[in-house]
């Protein structure tokens, strides 16, 4: 059975050009359905207060009531079917990084990010393939976004007299993702929605002794960018 699964499989897989369409003539080349692209993505961090209450992250070096990353993108949008060259499917994998110099306070580490996001689009006009001559276009995916970061905060110390404590907070996490874009010619206006927020196991440095808490806490991500289509 599994042979005979493998084997219908395979026939299927030989017919997607013909079922499908094939870019211009081109056959199933992958490297005829590739459409790269690179800009510039703002991303901003959520994360859960004490009261439970989902919000912006206050950034308490950067005179900012948000934590802001400005990121440099890059990535490639992958055909995997189409008809005409008009609409398609495919994947949109891309990597960002956004790096943020502490020049006011040399204690404190430049924050950054780097993220992975990946997503399965559908893709109406221009840029479904690379053969696509049309101007206007629109897509939409859904997907995940692998994230890196490190920032700083005040974080909630409820119950402590204490008080609210700064800290530099260094977390990885996978978050659920939405994408909506919209294209006039090679510019592409870019949404990039964050589906909720995850728990995350995160690392806190105190401020000033930068002794290291490990802490749980829960973060999400949302941005939106301009991007360069080639």
């Given at each position: 059975?599994?042979?005979?699964?493998?084997?219908?499989?395979?026939?299927?897989?030989?017919?997607?050009?013909?079922?499908?369409?094939?870019?211009?003539?081109?056959?199933?080349?992958?490297?005829?359905?590739?459409?790269?692209?690179?800009?510039?993505?703002?991303?901003?961090?959520?994360?859960?207060?004490?009261?439970?209450?989902?919000?912006?992250?206050e950034?308490?070096?950067?005179n900012?009531?948000?934590?802001?990353?400005?990121?440099?993108?890059?990535?490639?949008?992958?055909?995997?079917?189409?008809?005409?060259?008009?609409?398609?499917?495919?994947?949109?994998?891309?990597?960002?990084?956004?790096?943020?110099?502490?020049?006011?306070?040399?204690d404190?580490?430049?924050?950054?990010?780097?993220?992975?996001p990946?997503?399965?689009?559908?893709?109406?006009?221009?840029?479904?393939?690379?053969?696509?001559?049309?101007?206007?276009?629109?897509?939409?995916?859904?997907?995940?976004?692998?994230?890196?970061?490190?920032?700083?905060?005040?974080?909630?110390?409820?119950?402590?007299?204490?008080?609210?404590?700064?800290?530099?907070?260094?977390?990885?996490?996978?978050?659920?993702?939405?994408?909506?874009?919209?294209?006039?010619?090679?510019?592409?206006?870019?949404?990039?929605?964050?589906?909720?927020?995850?728990?995350?196991?995160?690392?806190?440095?105190?401020?000033?002794?930068?002794?290291?808490?490990?802490?749980?806490?829960?973060?999400?991500?949302?941005?939106?960018g301009?991007?360069?289509r080639?």
């Open positions: 059975m599994k042979k005979i699964g493998f084997i219908l499989l395979a026939i299927f897989a030989l017919n997607i050009p013909s079922t499908f369409g094939q870019t211009e003539e081109t056959g199933f080349n992958l490297q005829n359905r590739l459409v790269p692209h690179f800009g510039f993505v703002q991303m901003i961090p959520t994360t859960e207060d004490q009261f439970g209450r989902i919000g912006l992250v950034d308490i070096f950067f900012s009531p948000t934590v802001r990353f400005y990121n440099f993108h890059v990535g490639t949008y992958a055909v995997l079917f189409h008809h005409k060259d008009i609409v398609s499917i495919g994947l949109d994998q891309s990597a960002q990084v956004g790096v943020r110099l502490n020049l006011s306070n040399p404190i580490p430049t924050t950054y990010n780097i993220q992975v990946i997503f399965l689009m559908g893709k109406l006009g221009s840029g479904a393939t690379p053969y696509n001559q049309q101007r206007i276009g629109i897509s939409a995916g859904i997907g995940a976004s692998i994230n890196h970061m490190k920032f700083t905060l005040s974080r909630p110390t409820a119950g402590s007299s204490v008080g609210n404590l700064d800290v530099i907070r260094t977390t990885t996490f996978v978050s659920p993702a939405a994408v909506l874009e919209a294209s006039y010619g090679n510019l592409i206006g870019r949404l990039q929605l964050g589906l909720g927020t995850v728990n995350t196991r995160g690392n806190d440095q105190v401020i000033p002794s930068l002794l290291e808490d490990p802490v749980d806490a829960v973060h999400g991500l949302f941005g939106f301009l991007i360069y080639l």
